[in-house]
């Protein structure tokens, strides 16, 4: 027997546009959305995220922000360039920060809180999807970068996997996800031939 396993869930681009375009007044709520998208555009893991200090935001050689930082689980160095969303997350939480003696970029709360305000965000944008934290890394892989056509190797370095083959189950999710696309196409073919059959007068 063979099975197919496709455990990696992450968020569709409109699931993201969902969740980004969602204000909540509950201050909890908005900071652990934001700190979510944060990941979603960086693939950067929770603990990665807890850590990361403002000394790892460095101009790179194409002139803009990137950061730099090593994989705790791996201790594999990751260079990952900060996208214009995340950016902007970085300098309004700079912004909020003033005055607080704290060398960490962003306001995290513990790993079992987040996950459980997540799951009141999912909620609130009617995703029904079991969402953790680790989902926007997944969400980076597949939406952000191999949906928009970023080559696997540049996912594999941007995620700091040891192995290519780990980062090609986010593929093989993609491929599994293009198909069922290909099949809602086709029936959409399908239809509008239908339609279009010449009436027999």
Request: net charge positive; hydrophobic share 35%; aromatic share 10%.
């Amino acid at each position: 027997m063979k099975f197919d396993k496709y455990d990696r869930q992450y968020l569709s681009e409109r699931e993201l546009e969902l969740v980004e375009n969602t204000y909540f007044k509950s201050e909890r709520l908005e900071r652990v959305k934001d700190i979510f998208i944060f990941s979603c555009y960086t693939g950067l893991s929770y603990i990665d995220v807890k850590q990361l200090t403002a000394h790892q935001i460095v101009k790179g050689i194409d002139n803009n922000y990137w950061i730099y930082t090593k994989r705790e689980k791996t201790n594999e160095i990751v260079k990952v360039p900060i996208l214009p969303k995340a950016l902007s997350i970085i300098d309004k939480y700079k912004a909020n920060s003033k005055g607080i003696n704290s060398e960490r970029l962003l306001p995290l709360y513990s790993n079992q809180k987040t996950n459980s305000y997540l799951k009141e965000i999912a909620k609130a944008c009617g995703i029904h999807k079991n969402i953790t934290f680790h989902v926007a890394r997944h969400t980076f892989a597949t939406t952000v970068l191999l949906s928009n056509g970023v080559p696997i190797e540049t996912v594999s370095k941007l995620l700091g996997h040891t192995k290519l083959s780990t980062t090609q189950i986010y593929a093989r999710v993609l491929e599994h996800k293009i198909s069922e696309d290909i099949q809602i196409l086709l029936e959409r073919f399908e239809t509008k031939k239908q339609k279009q059959l010449p009436s027999v007068r």
